[in-house]
């Protein structure tokens, strides 16, 4: 995986991925990443504007954005993803982020099993700030990793595609664990740095947290499961971590 690229009218580094979302990102030196939720999914035109306002208020450009969190009805065809991805990324190069196929930008989009919404919806973005006091040591997010590698053709490199069983299923955490793994080497962290670990998923996984996390020393901070489905179809399981020291809520 390619080393971090430092974007500076963020304050942050990020590392390359797709056109689509970086892999990750962490705050240079004197900035940290904060993070703020919705109450509810918004739609994403009525996002983009919230999420501009909130960081006027706090005196931060729209460059500071550095990780969405993104709601869907329904899992997509890759192409239809891709289209998706295509509109999505318009508002961040107005605004300076994404350039020539580059996109600082973090991101996961998901698809809940209940109370879908109508459209594709903002639930959660994070930004930079200048560091208060102590801070953290790492203050980073990352992007969504799922049971294939993130390029295209997504369907041809699932594991064990078609596949729920139990078997099947601990095969399929165990390759997104590892890839979500490969980026914390080049963000310098390791799983006693994240304060936040997520799984996306409709399917009963008890029987592999204990073993893929656990032995990992990755559940200190407990794990935040999220009835929802990774937003390509044929995907089963996603997941992600974080380390922010503030979040707020904002209501809508």
């Avoid at 930004?127 to 390029?151: I, K, M, N, Q, W």
């Avoid at 947290?209 to 032995?215: I, L, S, T, W």
């Avoid at 999220?226 to 390509?232: E, G, I, S, T």
């Amino acid at each position: 995986m390619s080393g971090l690229i430092a974007f500076e009218p963020g304050g942050y580094q990020y590392l390359p991925g797709g056109f689509q979302y970086s892999a990750a990102v962490t705050a240079l030196p004197g900035w940290e990443i904060e993070r703020a939720r919705f109450t509810a999914p918004v739609p994403l035109e009525q996002g983009f504007a919230l999420l501009e306002a909130h960081l006027a208020s706090l005196e931060r450009p729209p460059t500071a954005l550095c990780a969405c969190e993104l709601r869907s009805p329904e899992p997509m065809t890759e192409p239809v993803f891709i289209a998706f991805n295509r509109s999505y990324v318009q508002p961040l190069e107005r605004w300076g982020l994404f350039r020539n196929d580059a996109n600082p930008v973090a991101r996961c989009n998901l698809c809940p099993e209940l109370d879908k919404p109508e459209g594709p919806s903002f639930y959660a973005f994070s930004y930079t700030v200048p560091a208060a006091g102590r801070g953290l040591r790492h203050s980073f997010v990352t992007s969504g990793a799922a049971e294939c590698p993130d390029r295209p053709n997504y369907r041809e490199n699932i594991v064990r595609l078609g596949e729920t069983s139990p078997d099947a299923l601990a095969d399929k955490l165990r390759f997104a664990i590892g890839d979500l793994e490969a980026r914390f080497a080049p963000l310098g962290v390791e799983w006693a740095d994240v304060l936040e670990t997520r799984l996306y998923t409709v399917h009963d996984l008890h029987h592999a947290v204990a073993g893929e996390f656990g032995r990992r020393g990755a559940l200190a901070g407990g794990l935040n499961w999220h009835l929802v489905r990774p937003p390509v179809k044929d995907l089963e399981i996603e997941i992600d971590a974080r380390a922010v020291r503030r979040e707020l809520v904002l209501s809508v």
